[in-house]
């Protein structure tokens, strides 16, 4: 999962939907979600994007708590089912 965080995030850089910088930056499971500096807007962006990617629904409160792309790779795995 945490490739496809990665992935997503990326890609969404790319389109100017994220932060442009974070396209090339280095992003590694470690990596703080503050580090990203995501606007609210940017947030839920991503959140969309996710549900897209790996088909299943989420809600903004999931990202409630979450510090790395380590913990949002494991909270999208939870939210699969384990899957």
Known sequence: ML???IDVIR???GRGEL???LAGRALAAETTIDD???DS???LGLLSELEERVD???SEG???GLRTLGDMANMLQTAR???
């Open 41 to 43: 807007l940017g947030k």
């Open 62 to 64: 999931m990202l409630i």
């Open 56 to 58: 299943i629904g989420l």
């Open 11 to 13: 890609t969404l850089a």
């Open 81 to 83: 089912g384990g899957q």
């Open 3 to 5: 490739t496809i965080v």
């Open 19 to 21: 932060p442009r910088d």
């Open 36 to 38: 990203l500096a995501i």
